[in-house]
């Protein structure tokens, strides 16, 4: 599956002069947009694709392909889109597994990353590069708010489970990392899993306070409709990525009253955001998720270096990115010395707008939160 699109991003008043000297941007974006957790790429390339609608120059073209969540197939597409296709830049990627697969490799030709999702830790440290910004978040931060919350509630023995991938595993250290009482019981799931009987009756079972879990796509939806039809009544938490807009669609009324962590929210309040909200609902007649506000500003970021810098001078480029000089759907957003970003990580809580599931931000989980791994990237 492959589009080429042509787009023209908005709002960033290019001259004249500007444009005439700088070199198109070509935008090689991987994504999942077929099979299990489709719904995260298909919102990744919606956000990214409305900001290229509410455009003003045609000098960026992207390149879209399906990775269908298979790490050998996102290498070789990207292999291809650098060698072949010659982009300048590399976006798109969400399950870290792929992204630890491919953007070694690319940012090593010399291709810029910039990560709409996936921030797994052994890029935020040691493994940090001059070429890999992340737009989004290290994956430690949504669940080291759920830490820090859990706590603050009040509870003291959580069973806490998540996928056995990078991002998983980050999800339950960023958990421990903030959380102040027992661990009653941690699991690994497969990725994909869909059947959540056996952990559910180890929550059961467990004597936990608490649940967090960190389970996206179809597996959150699956492991909620399962817990909530099991009778068990501990009380549950978890990321954005398990309360998200796509995702309490397909659970229900199971999801009301779930506390949850994220760095953006559609109730943020900033021209940007607000903005940002109207006009995706008017174009694809639904509300954004966490992934599609990822999107929508990493193609701000792309259009802010653009306005700046030509693409074929790495340095000015690169420069031109870290200094972030957009307006964020998130309101401040500033990039730490190892390209994360530094950021406010908000408590949401799950409500009803009418017959519409959604969230609304309840209290802030961490101010101005980077990441643990920054003293060891030597940027």
Known sequence: MKKMIFASLLGLSLTASAVAMAEPVKVGMITTLSGGGSGLGVDVRDGFMLAAKMAGNKDLEVVIEDDARKPDLAVQIADKMIQKEKVDILTGIIWSNLAMAVVPGAV????????????????????????????????????????????????????????????????????????????????????????????????????????????????????????????????????????????????????????????????????????????????????????ASQGFD?????????????????DAFRAALKEADFDSVRGDFKFDSNQHPIQDIYVREVIKEGDVLTNKIVGVGLEDRSSAYVDACKL
């Open 298 to 314: 990493t193609a701000n970021l792309i259009l802010s270096a653009m306005n700046k810098a030509d693409v074929k001078d790495a």
């Open 108 to 291: 090593g030709q010399g291709v810029f990353y910039l990560s709409p999702n996936a921030g797994p830790s052994a890029l935020a440290g040691k493994g940090c590069h001059e070429n890999y910004f992340n737009v989004a978040w290290q994956n430690d931060n949504l669940h080291e708010a759920m830490g820090g919350h859990a706590s603050s509630a009040g509870f003291k023995n959580a069973f806490i489970l998540a996928p056995n991938y990078p991002a998983g595993k980050d999800a339950l250290t960023g958990f421990k990392r903030f959380f102040k009482g027992d661990v009653a019981g941690e699991l690994y799931t497969k990725l994909g899993q869909n059947d959540y009987a056996a952990e559910i009756a180890q929550i059961r079972a467990s004597g936990a306070d608490s649940v967090f879990f960190f389970l996206p796509g179809g597996m959150g939806i699956a492991f909620m409709k399962q817990y909530a039809q099991s009778g068990v009544d501990t009380p549950v938490m978890g990321p954005a990525f398990s309360f998200d807009q796509g995702i309490l669609k397909a659970v229900g009324d199971a999801a009301i009253g779930v506390k949850n962590s994220s760095q953006w929210s559609k109730d943020i309040d900033n021209p940007a955001n607000k903005a940002f909200v109207e006009g995706f609902q008017a174009e694809y007649g639904r509300l954004p998720s966490l992934y």
